[in-house]
């Protein structure tokens, strides 16, 4: 078999952008993924993922996203279909719109403006005449920014797949990377769990929440963590139909809760939580949803969307993150190995940044750096490390 320039491990966001960044620079390119893509364990396969430019204080990952914004509207054009939704943000507070006592809302509002982004703040009389089903007196101020919106994820990876394909990537479904092949600390090959060999000059490991158990040295620095997704049938969706409701965050750097407006392929609200998870094993691990988070979550729409609150729960799902301490992508080279390297790390929060993933580890494998690519590098990270998202509702913060 002749060799690969590149061969990436895992067909998400991560590894998927990256084999159509590196085929269009005009390397040869494989991709392995088990079963079929998009997988339907992956993180990135799902009916909506949110994405946002609002990242409180961090300029960097404001650009990132706004970058990405314009992007994902040219794939719109270049996959012939409307996967990216700019139905707008609107973020929920319970308390006085002020920096103090809205951190993350207030200083999001702040970037977007300091960006000339033209973006509303609402009081309860205003945010239940636009809104009207959201509970103004548990939330009595609220933002709202049109430049931001939801993607329809797992279709995306299938509309990519078919992309990458016509540039020439061969994406070989079925195959489990399992072990490599390493020579005077070179890589050579990677072997699969089905028992071939794939020769290649660069594997990148792009495996989601498999990626520490491929790679075990990065375990002290990453892990897999499940999150909570719920679906829910509302009996009027008039109500929670765009314009509305549009995506939503309900005090999230204090509760984690956020979710979407009405979908109108699966006819659902979706809600979901931006926590600290629970730490399990990809493979081995039940990924049930407990009574008691139900209960919770009914708790919250109760107080937040009462037309909501006992609506029928059609469907329920443990999603993994591939979470690294700090909540920050990991994107680099091996330091010991020539030729094998990591896309990963998305914390939660990393397929909004389709768009840019690919060309910043495209430049990473290349030996090159990227506008984003210094925190992302191989770095000490430890127990006590705090986690730098802001929108994310943890015990640890920085
Ligand atoms: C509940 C939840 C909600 C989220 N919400 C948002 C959001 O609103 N906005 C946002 O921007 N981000 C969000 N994210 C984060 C986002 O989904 C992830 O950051 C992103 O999808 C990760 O992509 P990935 O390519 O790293 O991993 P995945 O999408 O998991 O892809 C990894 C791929 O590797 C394959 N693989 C695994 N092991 C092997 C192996 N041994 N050999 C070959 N292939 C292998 C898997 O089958 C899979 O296809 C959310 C994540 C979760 C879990």
């Known amino acids: 078999m002749k060799a690969y320039d590149f061969l990436i491990i895992g067909g998400g966001i991560f590894g998927l952008s990256a084999a159509i960044e590196l085929a269009k620079r005009k390397y ?16 990135s396969t799902d009916v909506s993922k ?21 992007r994902w509207h040219e794939w ?17 507070c319970r308390d006085r719109w002020e920096a103090a006592r809205q951190p993350f809302e207030y200083s999001s509002y702040q970037q977007l403006q300091a960006h000339g982004y033209a973006s509303e703040v609402l009081d309860a009389q205003a945010l239940q005449q636009r809104f009207p089903a959201v509970n103004s007196q548990t939330y009595p101020h609220a ?13 995306v990876i299938e509309k990519l797949a078919a992309y990458g394909r016509s540039l020439g990537v061969e994406i070989h479904e079925g ?14 090959a990677v072997k699969t769990r089905e028992g071939k060999s794939y020769p290649c000059g660069h594997a990148i490991v792009a495996a989601g929440a498999h990626t520490p158990y491929l790679l075990p040295e990065l375990q002290p620095y990453m892990k897999a963590t499940g999150h909570p997704v719920f679906w829910l049938k509302p009996r009027a969706p008039g109500l929670f139909q765009v314009p509305k409701l549009s995506v939503f ?28 998870g629970m730490a ?15 209960a919770e979550m009914r708790d919250f729409l109760a107080k937040s969307f009462p037309l909501l609150a006992d609506a029928p729960l059609v469907y329920t799902r443990r999603c993994l993150y591939t979470d690294t301490l700090d909540g920050h992508f990991w994107i680099d080279q091996h330091p010991l190995v020539a030729g094998l390297s990591v896309s990963t790390g998305g914390s939660g ?47 640890r913060k920085t």
Not at 28 to 43: E, F, K, Q, T
Not at 50 to 70: K, L, N, P, W
Not at 280 to 294: C, F, K, M, S, Y
């Open 28 to 43: 040869r390119v494989g991709l392995l993924n088990p079963d079929s893509l998009p997988h339907h364990l992956a993180a």
């Open 50 to 70: 949110i994405v946002r430019m609002e990242y409180g204080t961090d300029r960097e990952y404001f650009r990132m996203a706004e970058r990405s914004i314009g």
């Open 76 to 92: 719109n054009e270049l996959l012939g279909e409307e996967l990216y939704h700019e139905v707008g943000m609107l973020m929920l």
């Open 143 to 155: 933002h709202f920014n049109p430049r931001a919106g939801w993607v329809e994820s797992g279709r």
């Open 175 to 188: 195959q489990t990377a399992e072990g490599f092949v390493i020579e005077k600390n070179r890589l050579q």
């Open 249 to 276: 965050t309900a005090d999230i750097a204090h509760t984690g809760w956020y979710g979407f407006p009405w979908h109108p392929k699966q006819g659902i609200v979706k809600i979901a939580k931006h926590t600290d």
């Open 280 to 294: 399990l094993h990809p493979d081995q691990d039940d990924r049930q949803i407990t009574d008691a988070e139900v």
């Open 349 to 395: 929060h990393g397929m909004k940044m389709g768009p840019v993933l690919g060309e910043m580890t495209a430049d990473m494998a290349e030996g090159k750096s990227h506008e984003f690519s210094a925190r992302y590098r191989w770095r000490e990270l430890g127990e006590k490390t705090p986690q730098a998202e802001e929108a994310r509702f943890v015990n």
